[in-house]
């Protein structure tokens, strides 16, 4: 017997070897009897056949009747049985296409992806992503529970293994979604161990939006900007926030803003939220001019609008001190919006380093003060390093379109975004408008893109019509 001769005995893995040992102790291999292996086997056969009714229903149905309409009556009656099927089928599909989708072509579909890309592929992509897990040389992976397909995407609920968590999953959405050719794929929780993986089939927002309907009564704080790829409108908060955009030359900020300004479009017309504009480049926001309670082009100008802003609130403030906590938009008191284009020529690039310096007071003072009292800054910026922008984390919202390089992704979303799968840096330049943001109550990113308003639109916007 050995004995450790030691006070405190060492700790030791029991896999690992001891370097100085003089003996080796292996586990001694024995020949499983035929009659075990044969036993597993059963027994692995008649749960899948006990189970394989709950899993597919109707499959199962159809194919015992089948089977009996053949036994007992042959294979004419058998054929007659099919073929009234099919135009029962044929009928629903053009009757009802809408429940004929929902109950039968996305079920056959998401059996039809289950074998043939899931169950397939499962082991090799989930090995090489890194997320089997290894003990005591027996290797465990996650498990599918059920494959279901919607309109554009599959969602594959899973089961994880004990001891790992959904985060392991969300930092290897890249692996996952490129080790089953799917465009993205998005981690959703449903419960211990429980989690759900979607995969769009294909790019839902390939194909740019025109510019949304105009709300007839706007809600402030749900402003339908666009479309997530799920289809259902991507709706902005600007009441009780601030917004900060950001993207490369190209990428599509304007119509982030403008699609914001449009959604407002009633509230602005009947006096209840005012627009005060700040246009250094003179090209984006110029155009609906006659939109804004306010409007500068140059850094003495916009300078003096921040200030003004920043005076108005706090007016507004100290009416609303001891009386009221929460602003609700009035004729009286409009729900203001300083939308800024550029925001780093007024902080980083303006030759006055005077302009520089109070730009940056007043979009601070806003920034932590408006929220309450129905002032919002929507920003739009280029370059997101700290050297230009500084204050980009007085912005609780923040939009990330195209980015030039990966380590801006979570300087804008914040830390982890670009793991849980918010590859904003790889963006097609062929998508302007295509956006990751985060959505309250979820701390995964969502891929969005925003509705193009033309020259035409803007026209008919400040026309008084939409
Ligand atoms: N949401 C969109 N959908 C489709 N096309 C868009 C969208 N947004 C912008 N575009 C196209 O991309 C072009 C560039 O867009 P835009 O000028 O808004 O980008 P930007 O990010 O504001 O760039 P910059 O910082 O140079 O002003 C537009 O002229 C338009 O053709």
């Known amino acids: 017997m050995l004995r450790s001769n030691g006070s405190g005995a060492e700790q030791v893995q029991p896999t690992t070897p001891v370097p100085a040992q003089s003996f080796r102790f292996s586990t001694p291999v024995v020949d499983t009897p035929g009659i075990f292996v044969l036993g597993s086997w059963l027994v692995r056969l008649v749960r899948l056949l006990v189970l394989l009714p709950f899993r597919f229903p109707v499959a199962v149905i159809t194919a015992s009747v089948s089977v009996l309409v053949f036994n007992h009556l042959g294979w004419v009656w058998l054929a007659v049985a099919w073929t009234v099927a099919d135009l029962g089928l044929l009928v629903w599909w053009r009757r009802w296409p809408q429940t004929f989708r929902r109950y039968v072509a996305l079920r056959v579909l998401a059996a039809w992806r289950w074998l043939s890309v899931y169950q397939r592929h499962w082991q090799p992509v989930l090995v090489v992503a890194g997320l089997a897990e290894s003990y005591q040389e027996r290797r465990y992976l996650p498990r599918i529970r059920r494959v279901t397909c919607t309109d554009w995407a599959d969602r594959v609920r899973v089961r994880l293994v004990a001891g790992t968590s959904p ?10 979604a490129h080790g089953f050719g799917a465009p993205s794929c998005r981690v959703s929780v449903l419960g ?12 839902t ?11 007839e009564e706007p809600d402030l704080a749900a402003l339908p900007v666009g479309a997530g790829e799920d289809g259902e409108p991507w709706l902005l908060r600007l009441h009780g926030t601030h917004v900060l955009v950001v993207g490369v030359t190209g990428a599509g900020k304007g119509s982030v803003l403008w699609s914001a300004i449009r959604a407002m479009l009633p509230a602005i017309h009947d006096g209840t939220a005012e627009v005060r504009a700040i246009d250094p480049k003179r090209m984006e926001l110029s155009y609906g001019r006659t939109l804004f309670a306010d409007y500068a082009d140059d850094g003495k100008a916009a300078v003096e609008l921040l200030e003004q802003a920043v005076a108005d609130m706090q007016e507004r403030a100290e009416r609303y001190a001891g009386i009221q906590r929460s ?3 009035s004729t009286r008191d409009p729900f203001v919006v300083v939308v800024l284009d550029e925001v780093a020529f007024l902080t980083a690039y303006h030759p006055d380093r005077d302009v520089r310096r109070r730009a940056e007071n007043a979009i601070a003072t806003l920034t932590s003060q408006g ?7 929507l920003a739009a910026l280029q370059d997101p390093r700290k050297e230009v922008m500084n204050l980009r984390n007085l912005f609780p919202d923040k939009v990330a379109l195209r980015l030039d390089e990966a380590g801006q992704v979570d300087m804008v979303l914040g830390e982890g975004a670009r793991d849980r799968g918010a590859l904003a840096h790889l963006i097609d330049p062929g998508l302007p408008g295509v956006a990751f943001v985060k959505l309250e109550g979820s701390p995964s990113p969502v891929r969005v893109r925003a ?3 033309t020259d035409e639109d803007i026209d008919r916007m400040a026309g008084g019509g939409a």
Request: glycine share 2%; net charge negative.
């Open 451 to 453: 509705a193009y308003v």
């Open 327 to 329: 602003h609700v938009p």
């Open 167 to 176: 985060a392991d999953m969300e930092q290897r959405v890249s692996e996952l």
């Open 205 to 215: 927002l390939a194909d740019p939006l025109d510019a949304m309907p105009v709300p």
């Open 371 to 377: 929220r309450s009292v129905g002032f919002c800054v």
């Open 192 to 203: 211990a161990r429980d989690v759900v993986l979607e995969f769009p089939r294909h790019d």
